[in-house]
């Protein structure tokens, strides 16, 4: 068979062949071979100038790789990128040189990659085609695992957040109020909390309706957070009630000065539908300083008190606890 049957058939059966003459140099390569240097002919160069043996070692001349036949070749390009190839060399009749079947061996992938290859370019029967299509449908069932997880870690916390957040303020509830005392206390945290209770609430919602309540508590929260520092907690905890939480603010004058501008703006008639809600506020606070060792349970009821003593003292106004349970402090 003459060299150009030779390269077509190899070309249909090993689209990565290199033909050698007998002096070992490049008569012909496959188009696949060929892809990988676009730029650069390879036929008329000597193979060995173009490709370094790694294995065997002791194949350094073209009479020595003529004479590897049946041996298994590792080599790589000499120029980058030095891809790495797997080969076999078999001679051919009459010393008129060999063919070098190569292949990528466990580099396809990278190759694949770095050479933006095909099916198309290599054999129909080549096991590198198989692997690639595992490949591709081990990336796409990653791909929709990872975006699996992203969605159900979404999800979580979504739902993490929902069970922490009152659905109709948009506040914390008291679940996560008591997480965050929780915290708080076992780590030795300086705070103050205070404890506000909205006055005449229940007047408003037997006049006006629930839908007025309702709008009242949200005005309310709004103007809540408008008060306070963003790493302030604010929650929610029961029908008209509230809890703040001041983490590292002892300053009595400061708290204060907060519980006046809320009672005072609390006060301010808030419109629905055309009608005015009148409410007020009561508030009472407790710092974690007047405690050797407090507990949660003891600053609420610590707040409670203070609350209960600015009710008892006419309403709209606010108290700090006091353990001698004096009305004010």
């Known amino acids: ?35 990988l240097r676009p730029h650069r002919s390879m036929a008329g160069q000597g193979f060995l100038n173009l490709f370094e043996l790694v294995r065997p070692k002791t194949v350094t001349t073209v009479p020595e790789l003529m004479a590897a036949a049946g041996a298994k070749l590792s080599l790589k390009f000499r120029d980058e990128p030095k891809t790495a190839l797997k080969g076999l060399i078999a001679p051919l009749p009459d010393n008129q040189g060999a063919v070098v079947n190569l292949s990528f061996g466990i580099s396809i992938l990278e190759a694949v990659t770095d050479y933006a290859l095909t099916s198309a370019d290599f054999s129909g029967t080549d096991l590198a085609i ?6 591709e449908a081990k990336s796409a069932a990653m791909e929709a695992s990872r975006s699996l997880n992203l969605r159900l870690q979404g999800a979580m916390l979504a739902a993490e957040e929902q069970a922490y957040t009152d659905t109709l303020t948009g506040l914390r509830n008291r679940r996560a109020m008591d997480h965050i005392l929780e915290h708080l206390v ?73 519980a006046d501008r809320l009672i005072s703006r609390l006060k301010q008639p808030m419109e629905f539908e055309g009608q005015p809600c009148v409410i007020s506020a009561s508030a009472g606070t407790a710092l974690s300083s007047q405690f050797s060792a407090p507990t949660p349970t ?32």
């Open 1 to 35: 068979m003459d060299g150009d049957k030779l390269g077509d058939l190899l070309e249909t059966l090993c689209p990565m062949f290199a033909l050698l003459d007998a002096n070992g140099c490049i008569r012909r390569v496959g188009p696949t071979l060929q892809k």
């Open 130 to 135: 198989e692997l690639l299509y595992l490949v």
């Open 186 to 258: 076992s780590s030795k945290a300086a705070f103050a909390l205070m404890h506000l209770d909205l006055d005449f609430f229940k007047a408003v919602n037997d006049k006006l309706g629930h839908a007025a309540g309702d709008h009242v508590l949200r005005e309310a929260a709004r103007i809540m957070l408008e008060e306070t520092r963003s790493d302030d907690t604010v929650a929610r905890i029961g029908g008209d009630e509230f809890v703040l939480i001041f983490k590292g603010l002892l300053d009595k004058s400061i708290l204060a000065k907060i």
């Open 298 to 329: 003891d600053i609420l009821h610590a707040a409670d008190l203070a609350l209960y003593a600015a009710k008892r003292s006419g309403r709209s106004l606010h108290r700090f606890y006091c353990e001698q349970a004096q009305a004010g402090s």
